[in-house]
């Protein structure tokens, strides 16, 4: 069964729903201090939090943190890696997904539910679901606008939408160029996206969709 690292930095507080979904989906998953190894996994979840409380920025601190030059190693051996929300702030600030996520376009914290497009279902991440499905997740962040100086070069997993799928202004809840709420690396085995997959992991939360994001990284790493 392939066994997942959960990371816990100062200050993450969705690791113990991470490393639930993780299991509902079939895989095993242990919470990880970020001091310890993370050779005997198969793969790594950042999850969302405010790490070091947001100082600087937030994702700033825990990027620079030495477990981050293990992660890029394992990236690099083409094992998963999941950043949620908090994590894609440090995946980005380590230079492991390209961009920056910034201020929310109003200046506050949103905590709401969103429509998602599913615009690339090849990565490790997506292939449990269909390219163009339209899927629902929370939000939870106040820095989840995304941006890039160059959004062709870059493979969008997620964007957001309004029910029937349409990309428009108003379904964008932060300002995120292109409506985007998840990235990929160009191998398609880091990921990074601002929803909390594990918040939508069991139809007595509102939705299951989230489930297959862990679905498709414990498929992956079988394959």
Known sequence: ????????????????????????????????WYKQSLKDFDGVVIPGGFSYADYLRAGAISARAEIMEEIKEIAKEGKPILGICNGFQ???????????????????????????????????????YSEGEVIRMPIAHAEGNYYVNDPNKIRI???????????????????SILNIAGISNEKGNVLGMMPHPERASDRW????D?????????EYVKR
């Open 157 to 175: 997993a997620f964007q957001y939408s309004d029910a029937n799928g349409e990309i428009s202004e108003e379904a964008n809840p932060n300002g």
């Open 1 to 32: 069964m392939p066994k997942f690292a959960v990371l816990v930095f100062p200050g993450t507080n969705c690791d113990f729903e991470t490393v639930s979904a993780i299991k509902k989906a079939g895989g095993n998953a242990e919470r990880v």
């Open 210 to 218: 989230g489930l297959r994001v862990f679905k498709s990284m414990i």
């Open 205 to 208: 939360l509102g939705s299951e």
């Open 90 to 128: 440090i995946l980005t600030e380590s230079g492991l997904l390209p961009g920056a996520l910034r201020p929310n376009k109003i200046p506050r914290f949103l905590c709401k539910w969103v429509y998602l497009k599913v615009s690339d279902n090849q990565t490790a991440f997506t292939r449990f």
